[in-house]
């Protein structure tokens, strides 16, 4: 597709279930980034992959979150034993520099709503 | 870490009126960047400065990256309603390399609402 696809695109779920949040990135696209927007609020760094590699995942709020993205193109952000706090839009960004330091123009898709219950 | 301060919260106005809010850090910022986001949309990238005191146009939009690197400046002229949204100030850690480039922190955002 011409941007980044993301699915669901609303996710209810009830405290202490799993879920598991995808993200297509831009075809050929080397970077994947991961952000939490709570509501009211900009969007907060979660993880980042280059490639299949997981360079980054400083913003994840606990052990219960854990992303991946096996074959260096969809990712997957799943969170374990949902809690009514990480109520929130996940939304995933990719960009296709394959260039550390410096700034890369990233592509955010339209995120997946989340609301624990 | 890094905070970004974005003022004012949220603005009324009238179409044709022009707009101005700001962003403010207590740290350096080598990259200053300026997103708008609609509702249910991913925030899009509005404009991107790279030096301090840089000036950088968009149509009717203008931006402009402080000279002490603590605070940038968006300016909307002439309103439309279709500039309703949310806008974000975002920029990378200053001094990140490697993996971080791509690791923004955002502002808290500016609420636009423009009334016909």
């Known amino acids: 597709g011409a941007g980044v696809s993301q699915s669901p695109r609303y996710k209810v779920a009830k405290r202490g279930q799993d879920v598991a949040l995808r993200c297509d990135p831009i075809?050929?696209?080397?970077?994947l980034f991961w952000y939490q927007q709570a509501l009211g609020q900009g969007p907060e760094f979660l993880t980042y992959?280059?490639?299949?590699?997981?360079?980054?995942k400083s913003g994840l709020p606990s052990d219960r979150f854990f992303a991946e993205r096996p074959e260096g193109s969809v990712s997957t952000l799943k969170i374990q034993r949902t809690q009514q706090e990480d109520s929130a839009v996940y939304l995933c960004?990719?960009?296709?520099?394959?260039?550390?330091?410096?700034?890369?123009?990233?592509?955010f898709g339209s995120g997946t709503q989340l609301s624990v219950l | 870490g890094q905070q970004l301060n974005q003022s004012p919260q949220s603005m009324f106005i009238q179409e044709g009126e022009d707009v101005s809010m700001n962003c403010t850090s207590s740290?350096?910022?080598?990259?200053w960047l300026w997103y708008k986001q609609d509702p249910g949309e991913g925030p899009v990238l509005l404009i991107a400065?790279?030096?301090?005191?840089e000036l950088t146009s968009n149509g009717r939009l203008t931006a402009q990256f402080g000279i002490t690197r603590k605070d940038s400046f968006l300016n909307i002229s002439a309103s439309i309603p279709s500039d309703v949204g949310i806008y974000f100030c975002?920029?990378?850690?200053?001094?990140?390399?490697?993996?971080?480039?791509?690791?923004?922190?955002f502002g808290q955002g500016t609420i636009l609402t423009v009334h016909p």
């Open positions: 960004a990719s960009s296709y520099s394959r260039l550390s330091g410096g700034w890369e123009k990233l592509f």
């Open positions: 075809s050929g696209h080397v970077s």
């Open positions: 992959f280059q490639n299949e590699a997981q360079l980054d």
């Open positions: 740290s350096i910022f080598n990259t």
């Open positions: 400065l790279y030096k301090a005191g």
């Open positions: 975002a920029g990378p850690p200053s001094g990140a390399g490697g993996t971080s480039y791509g690791k923004l922190t």
